[in-house]
C-alpha cells in the first residue's frame, strides 16, 4: 500500500495513495456536519411536539435506546483522543502516519456525537438521565446503563484499548480495535440504529433521525477503518510473523466476551419496558447476528457460528428477564443524586 | 473534489443484504443532476459522494452488509419518514451535508 517515497524522510510525508488518508480526506468532506447547523437547518420542534404526545413507558423506551447511545459515544469519544491515538503510531503498523491523521477525525466526529446527544436530550427529552455532571471517568454512567450489562462493554473497551495503548502489542491492538470497531460501533450502534428506524409513525423525530443518518454515516467510515486495521493484523499473522501469532483467536475471544453484555443493550430498550413501540428484541437479536456474519466470517475471513453467539445471548436473555431493570434503574439514580446532593454541598 | 489519488468507484451497488433499491436509475440519475445544478458541483462528484455515502468499504464487489445501517442498510426499509431509496436517501444526505 504505502509506496512511493525512498527518501529517510518518507515517514514524515503524506502518502496519498493509502486507504488511510482517504478515509480521512472523505472524513474532512462528509464528517464535519456542523451540529448547531443541523439544530437551526431542522429545528426542535416536530421532535417536543412528539415526545409531548407519546405515553411515559414510550418516552422510557426512547430515553433507555438514546442513553445507551450518550454513554457509548461519551466514552468512543475518550478512548479514542487517548488510546487510540497512540496505538495509531505502534512500530508494528504501517502507514502510522495516515492512521494517526484519521484517528483524529474519527475522535472529532465522536465528539460530535456526544454534543448532538448531550443538547437534544436536554433540548427535547426530559433531561432524567445526564449524570454527566458527576464525572463518568469517575465512575458515572447513565443509570440504565450502569443498571445492565452494558457498562461491562464499555468498561472492557476502556481496559483493552489502554492496555493496547501501553504495549503496542499486536494481539492486545486486535483486542481492542475488536471490541471498540465491531462490537461497539459494527454492532451495538447499528442495532440501535435500526432500532431508531423502526420508530411507529407516531414516534415522528426528524431532528433525532437526520443526526443519526450522519452519524451512521460517520460510523460507516469508523467500521471500514476497523476492519482494514484488523485486515492488516490478520494478513501479518497469517504470513508467518512470530510477533502477529494470537491475532485471530484474540479477535473470536474478544467477541465472546463482550457479547452476552451487548445483549442487555438490545433488552434494555425492547423487553425490559415491554416495547410499547413494538421495537421487537428477537428483531435485534436476528440483526445482531446478521452484522456479525457480515463483519466476522465475511470480510474477515472468519469462522463464527453466529447461531452459537445467539444462543449465548439467548442464555442471558433469560437471566436479565428475571431481573426487575425499573427498580435497578431507580435505585442507581437515587444513589447518584445522593452524590449530587454531597457535591452540592461542598464534598468532592 | 480535493486530491485522494485514489479513484474513488461512482458505480451506486444495490448491497446483497442492504436496503433494496426501489426508485429507477433513470429517477436516480435525475436526483443526481438536479442536486448538482443545486449544489453548484458536478455530477460526477454528487454521484461519488452518493456511492462513498453508501458504503465506504474498499472490497472490491462492497459489502453484503451495509456499515452505513441507516442510510444503505436493510433498516432503511422500515424508515418511514425516509425516501425509501438507499441512493436517493444517500443524497438527500450529501445535500444536507452541504448546507450545513
Ligand atoms: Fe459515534
Ligand atoms: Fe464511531
Same mark, same amino acid.
Given at each position: 500500500m504505502s509506496q512511493v517515497l525512498q527518501s529517510q524522510y518518507s515517514g514524515q510525508r503524506v502518502d496519498t495513495g493509502s486507504k488511510w488518508y482517504t478515509l480521512f480526506q472523505k472524513g474532512v468532506e462528509l464528517g464535519t456536519w456542523n451540529v448547531e447547523k443541523l439544530f437551526d437547518e431542522i429545528g426542535f420542534e416536530q421532535d417536543r411536539a412528539s415526545w409531548e404526545a407519546l405515553s411515559q413507558d414510550e418516552r422510557d423506551q426512547i430515553r433507555y435506546l438514546i442513553s445507551g447511545f450518550l454513554d457509548g459515544e461519551r466514552e468512543v469519544a475518550g478512548d479514542a483522543a487517548t488510546n487510540l491515538q497512540r496505538i495509531m503510531g505502534a512500530p508494528c503498523l504501517d502507514e502510522n502516519t495516515e492512521k494517526e491523521m484519521y484517528m483524529t477525525m474519527l475522535t472529532l466526529t465522536e465528539h460530535k456525537h456526544t454534543q448532538f446527544l448531550d443538547v437534544y436530550m436536554q433540548e427535547v427529552m426530559d433531561d432524567q438521565d445526564n449524570y454527566n455532571d458527576l464525572d463518568p +471517568? +469517575?465512575?458515572? +454512567?447513565i443509570p440504565v446503563v450502569q443498571a445492565t450489562g452494558l457498562g461491562e462493554v464499555f468498561e472492557h473497551q476502556g481496559l483493552l484499548t489502554a492496555k493496547a495503548a501501553n504495549t503496542l502489542n499486536p494481539v492486545d491492538i486486535a483486542k481492542a480495535a475488536t471490541n471498540y470497531h465491531l462490537n461497539v460501533e459494527g454492532i451495538l450502534a447499528r442495532v440501535g440504529a435500526s432500532a431508531i428506524s423502526r420508530f411507529p409513525e407516531r414516534a415522528d423525530f426528524p431532528l433525532l433521525n437526520y443526526a443519526f443518518k450522519f452519524v451512521s454515516t460517520d460510523e460507516g467510515r469508523h467500521i471500514t477503518h476497523g476492519i482494514e486495521l484488523l485486515k492488516e493484523l490478520i494478513e501479518k499473522e497469517e504470513a508467518g510473523n512470530p510477533q502477529f501469532q494470537g491475532v485471530k483467536q484474540g479477535i473470536v475471544e474478544t467477541l465472546y466476551q463482550d457479547v452476552p453484555y451487548m445483549a442487555d443493550f438490545g433488552y434494555m430498550f425492547t423487553d425490559a419496558l415491554d416495547d410499547p413501540l413494538g421495537l421487537d428484541f428477537n428483531e435485534v437479536l436476528m440483526r445482531g447476528g446478521n452484522l456479525i456474519d457480515g463483519m466476522y466470517n465475511e470480510t474477515l475471513g472468519l469462522d463464527i457460528d453466529y447461531m452459537e453467539v445467539l444462543n449465548v445471548v439467548r442464555d442471558r436473555y433469560l437471566e436479565i428477564n428475571e431481573w426487575d431493570i425499573k427498580q435497578r434503574v431507580h435505585e442507581q439514580e437515587q444513589h447518584y443524586q445522593r452524590k449530587r446532593g454531597v457535591a452540592a454541598d461542598g464534598g468532592v | 473534489m480535493g486530491g485522494s489519488e485514489m479513484a474513488l468507484d461512482r458505480e451506486l451497488r444495490e448491497l446483497a443484504r442492504g436496503a433494496e433499491f426501489t426508485a429507477t436509475d433513470e429517477e436516480v440519475d435525475r436526483a443526481i443532476e438536479e442536486a448538482a445544478e443545486e449544489l453548484g458541483e458536478s455530477p460526477e462528484s454528487v454521484r461519488e459522494n452518493v456511492a462513498y455515502i453508501m458504503d465506504s468499504t474498499f472490497e472490491e464487489e462492497g459489502v453484503s452488509t451495509s456499515f452505513n445501517e441507516m442510510v444503505s442498510g436493510t433498516s432503511l426499509e422500515d424508515d418511514v419518514s425516509s425516501t425509501g431509496d438507499p441512493r436517493l436517501e444517500a443524497l438527500e444526505m450529501y445535500k444536507l451535508r452541504q448546507r450545513i
Open positions: +471517568r +469517575r465512575g458515572t +454512567r | -
